[in-house]
């Protein structure tokens, strides 16, 4: 018994600070949404100050008169009483619209005179006047003087001479096998006692480079005992050789020297 007594009084106090804290959750929250709604009711109110006030008035549309006219009238163009109805030329020359007519000679001179009309009369003179043809030269205006109303003189030319082939340059350098027979001078290389004791001998080859006069520049062993190549180089640098011309143009040339050592 005692124990329900104290169950019941337990569950009573829960109860009692569930309800408290319900009550408390609900004003809180009332007061927030009053709080909200009484700062909307400003903000709107603030948003009012902002809005425009005018008033636009719908107009019914007037229709603008139409733009004054203006008629003018210009005079009829002067009619050329002096203008020749009688037709001269004083070649009879028929106009291009017959090129079944051959003319028995031609020429590169162009064509002053007028010619004839296709219909109507016409008379031989010593001057060209009278209306012109379609395609004719010009029409003579009685002074002398014409104007060019046909088509335009093409006058021939004879096209000038093609300017001569250009030959291209020769070579500055010609390749040539082995040249020793060619020297004018070729120096004996000089055989070191120090190649004598090591038994060097044998044939070296030197790649030489011959200047337009005939002169050794530049000189290369490219073969033979290394105790041999610097004395075979020297030699070859004191080498003389003839100009070579090439189209009558003096030309380097480059080629092999050869110098056979041998022990006695």
């Known amino acids: 018994m005692f124990n329900n007594l ?17 009550l408390f959750t609900i004003a809180t929250y009332a007061l927030l949404f009053v709080v909200a709604g009484v700062i909307s009711i400003y903000a709107y109110d603030a948003r009012l100050d902002d809005q425009n006030t005018e008033i636009v008035t ?26 020749p109805t009688e ?8 106009s291009v619209n017959h090129p079944e007519i051959v003319p028995p000679t031609t020429s590169v001179t162009p064509i002053t005179n007028l010619p004839v009309p296709d219909a109507g009369a016409w008379r031989l003179g010593d001057h060209d006047s009278g209306p012109i043809e379609p395609g004719g030269p010009g029409r003579s205006t009685g002074d002398g003087t014409s104007n060019s109303t046909g088509p335009a003189v093409v006058e021939i030319v004879t096209p000038p001479p093609l300017p001569p082939a ?5 070579p500055r350098v010609i390749s040539r096998g082995v040249i ?12 070191s006692q120090i190649a004598k004791q090591a038994g060097a001998q044998g044939t070296v080859s030197v790649q030489v480079l011959i200047d337009e ?6 000189a290369k062993a490219v073969k033979g ?8 180089q ?29 022990l006695h």
């Open 180 to 191: 020793t027979g060619l020297a004018l001078t070729l120096p004996k290389p000089v055989y």
């Open 234 to 262: 020297q030699a070859a640098m004191s080498a003389r050789f003839s100009p070579t011309k090439l189209s009558d143009q003096p030309v380097k040339v480059s080629g092999l020297i050869t110098y056979n050592f041998l």
């Open 58 to 83: 719908m107009l019914n549309p007037v229709d603008l008169p139409a733009a004054p006219v203006t008629i003018t009238h210009s005079a009829p163009p002067r009619s050329n009483n002096n203008k």
């Open 166 to 170: 250009v030959q291209p340059p020769p």
């Open 6 to 22: 104290i169950e019941s009084s337990s569950h009573a106090g829960e109860f009692k600070r569930r309800g408290s804290f319900v």
């Open 213 to 218: 006069s005939g002169k050794v520049i530049s």
């Open 87 to 94: 037709v001269v030329r004083q070649v009879a020359m028929a």
């Open 225 to 232: 005992h290394p105790l041999l190549l610097a004395a075979a």
